[in-house]
């Protein structure tokens, strides 16, 4: 049967389900009956999901949890977080209320610029093009004055714009390189926008510039788009106690936890197979609470991996250390997030994230989603160094074997009992399903 189809976006989506369920699904009815279950009973809710993306078939359902108790900048907060991996949560909130009873976290804007380039060719003489951007520069910022004049209104826009030779990398090629500061935005659009209009004024422009030879005039755009490298769009966040005050993890005693600690933050920022696992940990609590909030994880992710290489080696974004018997242990991360705009205002499950962490200005969630990430950071190192992750981690995934088998609810507490006491491996939980269910491996 052929597999392709054309004119798949113009279908309605029940053909476009018939389509799917007659080509790709031998048991028809069960695919069609899995892709209604999610479908929501409010019509108008269901629509508006169906116009996020092209070709929408049903909704693809994440837990929204919620950790509680996190003290930032004398601020409590219920951190919202959107993740399907199952001790997070459990281990944000841990780590939230460690640090509550320890002075909480402290968090801190460093700065906000984001960059847009327009990649350009050019063949000719580099001292005319230097002359030909100087004269145009005005211009170029002119002729975004549509675009950019709310953004300015309210304190943001458009903060500089370089011309940047790559010529080195490749023959003819450079850069409008422009920064942004885009408020509470994350900007994404605007910039675009801008970098649009900034690669039409260049090319039109070029065309007239009179000392361009006619060759010269021939300016090339290859691209304009925003860049997700954003490293001056920094945050900063950390914790930190007298060392005496780390009591309460097993047998170790302050001292030896915090230098098991510290060293396992140095095997990270040193050795880059740990730090890929290290840093995936914190993107565990950052792309949480980003999903959660509407904004853009990939853009995050992207960005904040890139920004983990700047050294020429793939290292550790959090570092700890003691000085005079104090312990802190600290994140710096690039992140782009906005409060406004895109799915911010359209998502309810956004709007209600964001009212949960009291209407946050951009500032705000850059401190609240860096501390998500350094909570969930301890929270691991934590495990690792003392009990080892498996304990909390297999305590936490409990719930989904016992579901795989269709445990019912007596079941369930009968066994979540039990494993209060023994290990929980998967081939335990199995065995212990069978021992409960009367069959015997
Ligand atoms: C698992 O999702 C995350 C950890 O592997 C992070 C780490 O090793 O630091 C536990």
Redesign the pocket.
Known sequence: MDKTIDGFSKLSKSKKIDWIVNTYFSNNENARRILKQYWNSDDKLQQLHDEFIENTITNYYLPLGVAPNFLINGKTYIIPMAIE?SS?VAASSKAAKFWASRGGFKAEVISTKKVGQVHFIFYGDKNKLDQFFNTVKPKLIRDTNAITKNMKLRGGGILDIELRDKTEAIKGYYQLHATFETLNAMGANFINSCLEQFAQTLKTEAQQFKLFSDKEKQIQIVMSILSNYVPECLVRAEVSCKVEDLKGNGSLSPEEFVSNFIRAVRIAEVEHYRAV??N??IM?GIDAVVLATGNDFRAVEAGVHAYASRNGIYSSLTHAKVENGIFTFWIEIPLALGTVGGLTSLHPLVKLALELLHHPTSRELMQIVAVAGLAQ?FA??R??TTTG?QKG?MKMHLLNILNQFNATQDEKEQLIEHFKTHVATHSAVVDAINTLRGKSE
């Open positions: 991996e997070v696992t290290h995936k940990g565990n950071n691991a190192l495990s690792l992750i981690h």
